[in-house]
């Protein structure tokens, strides 16, 4: 439970070997895996391999420290299996951009872990590998699309775990399992080499505190060569020291109104949301109440319009793999649902989508532009209980539309482009985690990771952990 930057400072000091961090994280993922069903892939022996290299002194940031990577992401010589069946037990040849600069600060992956099949929804139910379970409480989900990341760092299986975020899903999780989740401004870190332009999803890490994720940004950020677009440079003296900076006094909105119209939003988020903007205040913010009228905006039609043929494009891929056409018993109903819808759409209808998509993510940072950041709950319900949302039955569709309900305050971040995080700050009656949404500022990462900290001092979470013994 201790924080990755803490770990990297014991194997600096020679405090604890790397070796034994490593066995350690190792044990506790064969004591907890059963139960909690986090990895698709434990890599023992090369964990320990690339531990044992690993001295005293090293000046790497992170050396030593255990990382579980997010299975959509290649690691060489791992499997990658989008949790479909479709990929098979294909085996990665090459890392991932992100991949590599993981390694180059030192870190030791340990594993692969479990998302829904192709990252579509925002629980992690696969059919190929069964539900991750959420450690606050087994019977709920522990959000998705990054579920099996943020179970396997709340249950302290690794102290920092890789995810992504194309409508939340970083920040999900990280609401659903008590931790820190930051979706990055839009270009701020690579999709490459496989991916080109990303105009929805961006790569993170879930953590248990600020300093560890501003701390894994400083890693992750920064221009790769052949990169389409990328996000302006940050702070000269890089994201860590921003993240226990102070932030000054800052403008705030409070928004409580959900982008859907019809989304009703559970009273305990709205209490969390009101106690964090109260708690603000307190430091010193001018915070104001704001309703934006984004529910007029008609998000989630055109957002599937984008969303499907990215789906589809990763079915694709899969089916290159296999050999063959994709087959619909080789994915789950919703997946096959939306690579049927995307083939049915022709160029055009995406491209409007697209411009309809950027336009209201325009107006989006217009409204948001007088204040410094906007106050949201994270969810709009409480985790849900397993089995309930999962794209399988006869009407997948219905799965599809019911995520927005329970995520509606979560894809304006990935529409604008701005960046956005979840904070653990509150716990309700249930016992489980309710995180509050922070959105910032165009490329401010910097600004929004110092308020992020403000409040972690304020009102420290980093000791709250799950009871699973």
């Known amino acids: 439970m201790r924080s990755a930057s803490d770990l990297a400072g014991l194997v600096r000091s020679g405090e604890l070997s790397a070796t034994e961090l490593v066995?350690?994280?190792?044990?506790?993922i064969d004591e907890l895996e059963p139960r909690i069903r986090a990895f698709t892939h434990v890599a023992h022996d090369a964990a320990m391999s690339v531990a044992a290299s690993i001295g005293p002194g090293d000046p790497r940031p992170f050396a030593g420290v255990p990382i579980a990577i997010k299975d959509n992401r290649p690691v060489k010589d791992m499997p990658i299996t989008m949790c479909s069946d479709l990929f098979g037990d294909y085996v990665a040849r090459h890392d991932a951009f992100l991949v590599r600069r993981?390694?180059?600060?030192?870190?030791?992956?340990?594993?692969?872990?479990?998302?829904?099949?192709?990252?579509?929804?925002?629980?992690?139910?696969?059919?190929?590998?069964?539900?991750?379970?959420?450690?606050?409480?087994?019977?709920?989900?522990?959000?998705?699309s990054s579920g099996g990341s943020a179970a396997a760092v709340a249950a302290g299986m690794v102290p920092i775990a890789h995810g992504n975020d194309g409508g939340g899903s970083i920040r999900i999780p990280a609401a659903c399992c008590g931790l820190v989740g930051l979706k990055a401004a839009r270009g701020r870190i690579s999709p490459g080499p496989d991916g080109g332009q990303s105009f929805l999803?961006?790569?993170?890490?879930?953590?248990r505190t600020v300093q560890d994720t501003a701390r894994a940004l400083d890693v992750l950020a920064g221009?790769?060569?052949g990169d389409a677009s990328w996000a302006p440079p940050g702070p000269a003296e890089g994201y860590g020291p921003a993240a226990v900076g102070e932030p000054g006094r800052l403008k705030l909105a409070l928004v409580l109104n959900p982008p859907l119209e019809d989304a009703a939003v559970d009273s305990v988020c709205v209490a969390a949301a009101r106690a964090a903007a109260g708690l603000l205040e307190s430091l010193g913010h001018d915070v104001e109440e704001f309703a934006p009228p984004w529910a007029g905006f008609n998000l989630l039609s055109d957002f599937t319009r984008l969303f499907g043929p990215m789906i589809s494009l990763t079915t694709m891929a899969g089916g290159r793999l296999a050999g063959h056409e994709p087959r619909q018993e080789d994915v789950e109903p919703l997946t096959w649902a939306l690579w049927e819808r995307a083939k049915t759409h022709d160029t055009m209808t995406f491209l409007s989508a697209e411009n309809r998509i950027e336009a209201v993510g325009r107006k989006l940072v217009t409204?948001?532009?007088?204040f410094d950041a906007v106050i949201t709950p994270s969810l709009a319900q409480r985790p849900l209980p397993i089995g309930e949302l999962h794209g399988r039955g006869p009407n997948p569709w219905a799965h599809y539309r019911r995520s927005g309900y329970f995520t509606p305050f979560s894809g304006t971040a990935n529409i604008t482009g701005l960046p956005a995080v979840s904070l653990p700050l509150y716990h309700g009656?249930?016992?489980?985690?309710?995180?509050?949404?922070?959105?910032?500022?165009?490329a401010r990462e910097d600004q929004l990771l110092a308020l992020a900290g403000q409040l972690e001092r304020a009102l420290p979470w980093a000791d709250r952990s799950p009871r699973l013994y």
């Open 429 to 442: 009656e249930d016992g489980l985690p309710t995180g509050v949404q922070l959105i910032g500022r165009p």
């Open 23 to 28: 066995s350690d994280c190792l044990g506790r």
């Open 102 to 144: 993981i390694r180059e600060a030192g870190f030791v992956i340990v594993g692969k872990t479990v998302l829904p099949e192709m990252g579509i929804l925002p629980t992690t139910e696969p059919r190929r590998f069964g539900p991750t379970h959420n450690p606050w409480a087994l019977d709920r989900t522990p959000g998705g």
């Open 367 to 370: 409204l948001f532009h007088p």
């Open 223 to 225: 221009y790769e060569l």
């Open 201 to 207: 999803a961006i790569d993170g890490v879930l953590t």
